[in-house]
């Protein structure tokens, strides 16, 4: 679809107002989803961050299970 000037590509037939009232309010929805995302990532961070920093350092031994060799049994 060709447009003869700027001015009917902004009127579109008439369609127009519906059109561009739609890519308004996807953008605008789209600014408010990434807002509310890096929002929320900070406060995830903060509180992750003040739950380590709240918790006791206990001992500096690795973390997870302890590993004990089975000897083959000699039937």
Not at 55 to 75: C, K, L, N, Y
Request: glycine share 6%; charged share 20%; proline share 5%.
């Amino acid at each position: 679809m060709a447009f003869d000037s700027f001015g009917a590509f902004i009127v579109m037939e008439g369609h127009g107002p519906y059109v561009w009232t739609c890519y308004f309010v996807f953008f605008l929805l789209m600014g408010a989803v990434a807002y509310w995302s890096l929002r929320q990532r900070r406060f995830v961070i903060k509180q992750q961050r003040r739950r380590m920093d709240s918790t006791p350092v206990r001992d500096q031994s690795p973390a997870g299970a302890s590993f004990t060799r089975i000897e083959p049994s000699q039937d």
